[in-house]
């Protein structure tokens, strides 16, 4: 029961001090938010008490501090192991404290800002590349393809970083575009235009707009995962003027 | 389900008998990741586009800049050799420090250039902590060979402490992203209000495997509050959990079985790719005496052919 109580002093004493570490233009807060100042007030003696209890229990040789260091030491694994442990466990603690990456420590905040809840458009629209063949269109489904089962076109290699890269981390950029149409080249596929893929949550309607000055449009203004897409030359010239 | 901490946790357990196979086992999944995660086309590709990531490693500017220029056409190869031979089990403990280093500046290289923790945070600490172990004892060419002298007892502790390493590299991975959810605590409360999980699942649903096999979303995602709350509330709850790892063993069934649904929900409704490192990992979260009643087996029944 001890321990228990130990570990939630720790846990609360900790996620305060991580708060104020993770937290940018600190004194600008201070001064400016009045609760943010009480909750300063509020956690620095907390901090500084689970700390001085700490100190006093590892000195006493008591406490689960205590018992970690000593029990880690007399563990028999090799020495240096037992240092490049220490190292890892030191550097991933300031990579959480700090809420900060550098590689290879590193905080596990990937989605670590919370994005507000909001009542979404009933029909989500999705801009994806498509490219004409004889009995119609068919659309390049980038992420699809990092599945060996789904997969339509990349091979082996395409995985799911590639995936993510060029579905959403990329997709604004040229560079990314000439990537994957100089891999359609390959596969004897010379253009790839841009289209509107969209589902409508209330009729279960799944619909692809081919109209490649539609698909212009609501690439400027619809909002869109990781944002707009880019569109090639030859199209947005093909709609000039329209 | 009462437990007694002192006598369960992860360091104890450190000094109970492990399993030989077991380590074996993880050594040739985690071989078969990396020849996997090191054949990507990402390297090629992260060359080609512009690097707006802005990341930071501990090396130092002259060793990125060298490692910029190597990347490609020496790490990427010389990973994916050494990889073959940490599945075989072939002269390990000589191609492990080389591999490791080989990895970590590798992935560093994508790391700088694509802000993504998959698949390198799953499987650098394992792989360093393989450096100062005897994972080649079974299944290896090292050992059919002679190369090495494995130890007599197929279950000492010194191959229970790597184990129980991985174990806790998978409890810090899931409790770290817990924290980063609710932390600085100021903003842990709107992470609660369901609206990351809605743009996810939302945004992504023309992207997702649900909607390539199913066509049809779970439920309704431009409303029902209630059940992305649920959600975020679910993903914190199951990541918290973790931290049992620590503490006993009893809870890793548990563990595994929630991780592995959370995964597999996040797989089908769009983000792909941990979910099999996880179960790489969750080897870890085995108990060894099952591999060595495995691998026993297996011996009595080919011995009795």
New interface residues.
Partial sequence: MRWIKEIAFAFVALSLFMTILQTDHLFHYIQTIFLFKIFVLISIPVIVLWIVMSIRDYLRQRGIFYYCVYTFKSLSIPRVAKYVIVIVLLGNFMAIGFGKQRYPFYDVGMYRWPKEYKSRDKIVNEVKYYYLRPDGYKILELRKESSFLLAEHFGWGYSNDIAYATTYFHKGEKENFEYLSDAMKERGIDTLWVGVHSYNFETHEVTFDPDICHAITINKTADLCYGPIYIPTYQLEKCDGL | MGFN??DENI??R??QPGSVHQLAVFRILLGLQIM??S????FQ??L???D?SN????FPAWLNQWVEAIAVPYLQPVTQILGVFLVLGLFTRYILPFLFISF?LL??F???R????????YI??PL??LN?TKSSDALSLDKLFGLLKPLHDASS??YR?PIE?IAAWLA???V??G?????????GW??L????S??MM????????D??IF???FF????N?WI?IALSMASIGIEFFCIMIFFTRRCHLAIFILLMMMHFFLYLT?V??FMQLALILSISLIYPAFFEKLFTTQKLKSASL
Avoid: C
Avoid at chain 2, 39 to 42: A, M, Q, R, V
Avoid at chain 2, 55 to 58: A, G, R, V, Y
Avoid at chain 2, 193 to 196: L, P, S, V
Avoid at chain 2, 202 to 209: G, N, T, W
């Fill in positions: 901490i002192r360091l104890v450190m000094q996997y995660s054949s990507g086309k990402i590709y992260v080609q586009v512009p707006i990341t930071k490693n501990i970590m992935f560093s994508y790391f700088s694509h802000n993504s923790p998959h698949p390198w945070l650098w600490f360093l902590v100062f502790k010194v402490w390493m810090y991975i899931y770290a992203a924290l980063a959810k609710i932390l600085p605590i100021y903003k709107q992470w209000d369901g609206g990351t809605q743009e939302y945004h992504r649903f023309l992207y997702s495997l909607f390539y066509k049809h979303p309704d995602y431009t409303q509050q992305f769009g792909l790719g």
